[in-house]
């Protein structure tokens, strides 16, 4: 055990030692939460589209002042006056506008006569993501003025009433399981992967193999040590991103204590993984090389920013056996759904029996020799 | 091999000393490329023991079978007592060992480093820091316990780890190659201390080394090895002696002949004619005088210049001659990759 302790010092000196070293492992995963949060989690606002009235009619002002109102309150766009529908496609194509809508001539009395009325929309569908915004934000107005003035006393269309079971949870709040599993796993990849492979270039390994420590106490120690400063790494991002995010519920110790016990069997299970794929590594490139070829492998299949149900089905037998999968899924449990540990059980089985299985399997393959 | 292989420095009262690593007839094999073939040697207690050779003799190699840190793959090394192949763990317990390169954790402090490596060796809490002062005062680095490994000088840093060896009070001390690339004054600060160590603590040392100097200067005995080979063995004056001439002249003519290696094997007392190039010549004789008179009396018959003329005793550089037929300086500065012809270049 004191020889154990001997590594666990060492590695945990020269990790509080490394300052550098401990920013980029938090740096990056808040960067990320902070950046890809905002990017993808925002409402489309300050849009613009163009306006063509061949119709001046009432029903044709009635619309353009749904526009204003549109401008005014939730910002989706603003409306700019066009003559010409001619213009008006050239401006959308060529990028001045997003969307034009055309008021046909004869549209207020279609409207009155009940006759078909149609209002046509020129989209640039180039862009899912607005114009998905605009097109719905358009049909949503055209629902509002197809409404009778005066509601029947008893509807017979059938409508579906939402029960949302947790508060609105946006992008960036969405994100922040992801964001701390990916603190630790840059974690476990530096101090892990890297600071191990280059120890061993370097020669600190051929000091430890002259001494008399055993197999079992450097392939633990040398764990041991990574899942903690993992663990480190994983309650300052929980702290940080909760913060960034404005989670406070992290912040209740019954959650607190849920997440800690799923950091540490995630840091467990990445270290695992970790030293299993190192064990016999000796070239420091490798674990470079691999640090993006693993992210992209474990994070986007496990259902960290989309469900594993949209998957294929090769994706999603990934996604069975990748731990990522299983600390995502727990911190969503815990931060966003209050689950509490019955929501997180099997979770943090599998994570603990994945760590201690690579880490068995690990440990006949460490040499004990060069 | 030296005839003087196998006899081994006596203590006080005359009798033989206990023998501290035995080397029987190792082999080391990486595939179809042997390391090292069918090595002997034994290192009595107390003394130090040189393994010199260029660099990919197979010193590191052999190092490194009898520290346990690679399997042997034939024969058998008795290092204080215990087999490295059967009893790894009883041998690292007694032994000290300072690798090639300087691997003591920069950003530790001094004191921190000793203090995990007494911890490894599972050094016993109550006098870990007994020990731990004992040897920065062995290496006189006690006033440099609190700084960081990275502000220390190559010279200090590689007494860091000569200490870090031996802050488990080991009775057998490997050290391979330990002044390379250290300055001349670090070099000569580090055979003292080695010295010193070993008047004091009653070590057993086998180092490695490619440097004649720190050959002579510190060992009690030298293996010369080359080509996994163990070609040489005894006292730095045994090996001298064991060349067949005394002195080296060396001789310098102003005009390269290819007839000059001929006319200088015939003279009396010289054993051997070694042609440097450009008309130089080292001369291995039994008489460095006469054979110097004879050159002199030649290139005068002859009409001949002599650029330069120097006589001296025989060094380790002419024993490694002898034995592998080459200088060890050629190995240092043979490059490692040379570039391919220019295509369409004359040789």
Not at chain 2, 56 to 67: D, E, P, Q, V, Y
């Amino acid at each position: 055990m004191n020889r154990m302790s001997a590594i666990i010092e060492r590695e945990m000196r020269k990790f509080f030692r490394s300052p550098m070293l401990m920013i980029m492992s938090l740096m990056m995963p808040i960067l990320q939460l902070v950046i890809i949060g905002n990017a993808f989690g925002g409402k489309i606002v300050g849009t613009h589209v163009g306006v063509v009235d061949y119709d001046h009619g009432p029903q044709a002002v009635k619309l353009r002042e749904a526009f204003d109102a549109v401008a005014v309150n939730i910002k989706t766009f603003s409306a700019i006056e066009y003559q010409s529908e001619v213009q008006a496609r050239e401006d959308v194509r060529t990028g001045k506008i997003d969307a034009a809508i055309i008021i046909p001539a004869q549209y207020s009395r279609r409207v009155y006569a009940e006759d078909a009325p149609k209002l046509g929309f020129v989209v640039d569908n180039s862009d899912l993501f607005t114009s998905s915004a605009l097109e719905g934000e358009m049909q949503s107005l055209v629902d509002a003025l197809n409404a009778p003035v005066v509601q029947p006393r008893l509807t017979t269309t059938i409508a579906l009433e939402v029960v949302e079971l947790y508060p609105y949870v946006n992008y960036l709040k969405y994100l922040l399981p992801m964001t701390v599993a990916l603190a630790m796993y840059i974690s476990v990849m530096i101090g892990g992967g890297m600071l191990y492979i280059d120890d061993k270039a370097r020669g600190v390994h051929e000091g430890y193999l002259v001494t008399p420590i055993t197999k079992f106490e450097l392939v633990f120690g040398l764990n041991i040590a990574g899942a903690i400063k993992a663990v480190l790494s994983g309650v300052c991002l929980t702290v940080i991103g909760s913060l960034v995010a404005g989670l406070g519920v992290v912040f209740h110790p019954m959650i607190l204590l849920q997440m800690l016990c799923l950091i540490i069997a995630g840091s467990i299970a990445f270290n695992g993984m970790m030293f299993l794929l190192m064990v016999r590594v000796d070239d420091p490139l490798v674990p470079r090389a691999m640090f993006g070829i693993l992210n992209v492998l474990l994070l986007y299949p496990s259902g960290a920013m989309y469900p594993t149900a949209s998957f294929p089905k090769w994706m999603q037998v990934l996604s069975v056996v990748d731990p990522f999968t299983y600390v995502i899924h727990g911190f969503k449990s815990i931060l966003l759904k209050d689950g509490g540990f019955t929501a997180i059980k099997y979770d943090l089985a599998f994570l603990l029996v994945f760590g201690v299985s690579t880490l068995l399997i690990a440990t006949p393959l460490f040499k004990r020799t060069l | 091999m030296s005839a003087a292989s196998n006899q081994f420095p006596a203590n006080g009262n005359g009798a033989p000393r206990p023998v501290a690593i035995a080397v029987e007839h190792i082999w080391k094999r990486y595939g179809d490329f042997e390391a090292v073939k069918d090595v002997n040697f034994s290192v009595t207690e107390g003394e130090i023991f040189g393994l010199l050779g260029p660099n990919g003799a197979g010193k590191s190699t052999l190092i490194r079978m009898m520290t346990t840190l690679i399997p042997v793959t034939k024969g058998k090394a008795i290092v204080g007592g215990h087999d490295v192949s059967k009893d790894p763990d009883d041998v690292r317990r007694i032994i000290g060992v300072i690798p090639q390169a300087l691997t003591s954790d920069q950003d530790l402090t001094v004191y921190e480093n000793l203090s995990i490596y007494a911890k490894l060796y599972s050094v016993p809490r109550g006098i870990r820091e007994k020990s731990i002062a004992e040897v920065l005062e062995a290496v006189d680095l006690t006033e440099w316990r609190d700084a960081q490994t990275k502000t220390l000088s190559g010279g200090m840093r590689r007494r860091l780890e000569i200490a870090r060896g031996l802050v488990h009070n080991p009775r057998i001390f490997f050290l391979d190659e330990p002044t390379t690339g250290l300055d001349p004054v670090s070099r000569i600060a580090v055979w003292e201390m080695l010295n010193k160590l070993k008047a004091t603590r009653n070590l057993t040392m086998l180092l490695t080394t490619h440097y004649m100097e720190e050959a002579d200067k510190l060992c009690d005995r030298i293996a010369i090895v080359d080509h996994g080979n163990l070609v040489a063995l005894g006292t730095p004056v045994e090996l001298k002696n064991s060349v067949a001439g005394a002195n080296v002249v060396e001789v310098k003519f102003d005009r390269d002949d290819e007839a000059w290696p001929g006319r200088l094997e015939g003279m009396e007392g010289v054993t051997s004619v070694q042609p440097e190039g450009s008309g130089f010549y080292r001369v291995i004789t039994k008489s460095g005088s006469k054979t110097t008179m004879q050159i002199v009396e030649l290139a005068a018959s002859l009409g001949e210049t002599l650029t330069s003329l120097s006589v001296q005793n025989t060094t380790l550089d002419d024993v490694f001659i002898h034995y592998t037929g080459r200088q060890l300086r050629d190995e240092q500065v043979k490059p490692v990759f040379s570039m391919p012809p220019r295509p369409g270049a004359r040789p």
